[in-house]
């Protein structure tokens, strides 16, 4: 059941690639909190055996370290102790932050608050510095939060901050709206933190592209961000002269798509803006969760990795499971822990000019 890595024309050097100094390998995943999985979210079409701890933790530690990855990206995290005990045999340390009110609490028999955590490879990398926060929404404290880690590399010197999310769930316009302000919150955040250091912002945004947050975060005045699997998309198509078997087929975006964005926004250089955000919605991959609940089947594409152009080069990015390999009860299941599927990506920290 395990997922396989594929070269990109663009990076034949892929394994070499995570152990060159400046080349790192960043996995976001939201693994399925345990409480929230086993007795909340309503998965009718797994198995309940699947869905037991003993059953996923293994899956869980062996989806991540098959990928080497020098960073790590989780959320909904209610079993920290365990991750950083075992990843902490594997050269990771980590950082865990809990959500205010996590709806874990209010279950029965659970583990624990749920939340984001980052762990980064100790050999690799020195901590130089992190801070966490509860996202706000018109200045109000809301139940979602952020970590962001500022990171050298020991080998080079080189400094960059890596943050990690999970903004609010749910479907309607309010919650899109919500969701938005918590991504203008979040970008505050970072840019204060992270100065003019090189960013990646990893996380379940439970925003599918078309919604304003994913324009927000792309057409921000704060930080010029990008969408890493959307500009592989672009290189691959561009050095093959062949569009997409490589990843599914692109969102098709009719002329007349409801791409809602912000509307209160600034007017300069909005054309540049919308150009870049809509060939980035048009180039994400077709999903990265897939569910079946009680009310019927979820597919959505509402995981992102974001990063600033100018400081990094996407190298590779993992595909996603083809929909044969997924299987027809969709996930989570016996091979996917998980209703979200992890994304891995392949930075190069990039010279300054
Ligand atoms: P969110 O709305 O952000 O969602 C919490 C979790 O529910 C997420 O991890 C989300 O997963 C998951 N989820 C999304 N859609 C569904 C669905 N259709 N069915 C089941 N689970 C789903 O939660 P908040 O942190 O804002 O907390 C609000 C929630 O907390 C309330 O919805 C309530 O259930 C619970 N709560 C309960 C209280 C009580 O007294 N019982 C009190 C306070 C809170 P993903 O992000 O992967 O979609
Ligand atoms: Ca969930």
């Known amino acids: 059941g395990l997922r396989s890595l594929k070269l990109s024309a663009v990076a034949k050097d892929y394994n070499v690639a995570s152990t060159l100094p400046n080349h790192i390998r960043v996995l976001q995943w939201n693994i399925l909190s345990q409480t929230l999985g086993q007795s909340n979210d309503g998965f009718v079409r797994c198995p309940e055996e699947a869905l037991t701890w003993e059953n996923r933790k293994f899956l869980i530690v062996q989806e991540i370290l098959q990928f080497n990855p ?9 079993h920290f102790k365990f991750l950083q005990t075992i990843l902490g045999t594997q050269n990771y340390d980590g950082i865990f932050f809990p959500k205010p009110d996590s709806p874990c609490l209010y ?3 659970n583990n624990g608050p749920d939340g984001c955590a980052i762990f980064y490879k100790r050999d690799k990398f020195e901590l130089k510095n992190f801070d966490t926060r509860i996202l706000e929404v018109w200045r109000v404290q809301s139940n979602q939060v952020a970590i962001v880690v500022n990171l050298a590399v020991k080998s080079s010197g080189k400094e960059f901050c890596v943050c990690t999310t999970h903004l609010k769930a749910r ?13 203008r919150d979040l970008l505050q955040f970072v840019k204060q933190f ?14 599918e592209p078309t919604e304003p947050v994913y324009a927000t975060v792309l057409g921000g ?6 969408s890493a699997y959307a500009d592989i998309k672009t290189e691959r198509d ?3 002269n062949d569009s997409g078997n490589e990843l ?21 250089g909005e054309q540049v803006c919308d150009d870049k955000v809509l060939k980035s919605i048009q180039r994400e991959p077709p999903y990265t969760t897939w569910k079946i609940r009680e009310d019927g089947e979820e597919c959505h594409t509402i995981d992102y ?10 190298r590779n990015c993992l595909e996603f499971p083809r929909d044969d390999e997924v299987g027809k009860n969709r996930t989570p299941s016996f091979q996917y822990p998980s209703d979200h599927f992890s994304l891995v990506c392949d930075f190069e920290i990039l010279d300054k000019k």
């Open 70 to 78: 020098d960073i790590i990206c989780l959320q909904e995290v209610d």
């Open 107 to 109: 279950i029965e028999e």
């Open 171 to 183: 479907h309607g316009s309010l919650l899109s709206k919500l969701r938005n302000e918590q991504g």
């Open 194 to 207: 992270a100065g003019d250091l090189p960013v990646l912002i990893c996380g379940d945004f439970n925003a």
């Open 221 to 226: 005045k704060l930080m010029n961000l990008s």
């Open 238 to 240: 561009e050095c093959n």
């Open 248 to 268: 599914k087929a692109s969102k098709e975006l009719d002329s007349d798509a409801d791409v809602q964005t912000t509307e209160e926004d600034e007017t300069d």
């Open 305 to 314: 990795v974001f990063y600033t152009p100018e400081q990094f080069k996407v």
